[in-house]
């Protein structure tokens, strides 16, 4: 496997393709709405100093130009534009072809699985690999900080391919890699999907449906304990479902394990004190009337549809009885319909 394609232009796609050529791991090409905007070389600049120089070998709009010859496909997209361009590139995918996601809790694998079916090879990394940021775009990012090591789900290979697949990834990333029992593993998460719309719901629905803010709020340094109520509620019947579903019993803490909190209240006050989240915004827009929901926002037009969505599917399929998923599920939906 020689060739990889990375399809999208964000700043995973930058410091991926400059990170992987530069450093001599494989023949990089760019599958771009916006081909005209690239340059050839792109410079990627590294936390511990480095200036890391790489060439891309074809930068094209046109699946059909760097998908047939493509060893390993990465999708580096948000949720909304994964489906699109998995139909987009199927009909150029060699059968061997492994083709990927960055991130697989926006639902990579159950879209890839209803376009590709049961044949082609899938893998996804849990978290990204990077954290990243596009400098000047086609042309520079910033690599701003590595994991030490990388969890990813492998699908319709043998057991042989799969271990030959993660070494591959070791030597691409130079990070160790596990391999996760299965996509769900890679797909499912108590993080943004139920984190960021328990708080949305308690932030913007029910009693304060249609309420004008004087100020935009704070999402995290104002949390509330009904949010964290919420939250944790909607993890209860998030781990209903993750014991009936084949995955690992540990793969993944529960919210109040993750935050080494105990109740709704120190939950609340973890949430409010973790100093990277401290000066995040709400999705709010000033009107002349006040501080609205923007709806609008990622943490709508993303955590709703392409997060959560997949849970509650999940959760009817299986006859999980899920009343807080569905209740904020509904509302969500109801503000991207609307």
Not at 93 to 122: D, M, N, W
Not at 240 to 254: C, E, G, H, M
Request: with cysteine; proline share 6%; glycine share 8%.
């Amino acid at each position: 496997m020689k060739t990889i394609c990375i399809c999208g232009g964000g700043s995973l796609g930058h410091v991926i393709a400059g990170w992987l050529s530069a450093r001599g791991h494989a023949t990089v090409n760019i599958l771009t709405g916006k081909p005209g905007k690239w340059q050839r070389e792109i410079t990627v600049d590294t936390p511990d100093g480095q200036l890391l120089k790489g060439s891309m070998a074809k930068i094209s709009s046109y699946p059909e130009e760097v998908i047939p010859e493509s060893d390993v496909i990465l999708l580096c997209l948000p949720g909304y534009l994964i489906a699109p361009e998995l139909q987009a590139i199927r009909p150029y995918v060699k059968p061997t072809t492994f083709v990927g996601a960055v991130f697989s809790s926006t639902g990579f694998f159950f879209e890839a699985l209803r376009i590709f079916g049961e044949e082609q090879p899938l893998w996804g990394f849990q978290r990204v690999p990077f954290i990243s940021r596009v400098a000047e775009y086609g042309q520079s990012a910033h690599l701003l900080g590595y994991k030490d090591a990388h969890k990813v789900a492998i699908e319709h290979t043998g057991e042989a391919a799969k271990a030959h697949f993660a070494a591959l990834l070791e030597a691409w990333f130079e990070r160790p890699v596990q391999v996760l029992k299965n996509h769900y593993e890679a797909s499912l998460t108590n993080s943004n999907p139920l984190l960021h719309t328990s708080r949305l719901y308690t932030m913007f629905g029910q009693e304060n449906e249609g309420r004008k803010y004087g100020r935009m709020l704070l999402f995290y340094e104002e949390w509330t304990e009904a949010a964290a109520e919420l939250y944790i509620r909607m993890d209860e019947e998030f781990f209903r479902l993750l014991k009936v579903l084949p995955v690992s019993a540990d793969f993944l803490p529960t919210a109040l394990t993750y935050y080494e909190s105990h109740d709704a209240a120190s939950l609340a006050a973890k949430l409010r004190s973790i100093q990277g989240f401290k000066g995040i915004q709400s999705p709010m827009v000033k009107t002349p009337e006040g501080w609205v929901p923007d709806f609008g926002s990622r943490y709508f037009t993303e955590d709703f549809p392409y997060g959560l969505k997949y849970i509650w599917q999940l959760a009817h399929e299986r006859g999980i009885h899920c009343p807080h998923i569905d209740k904020v599920y509904a509302w969500g939906m109801s503000k991207l319909q609307g």
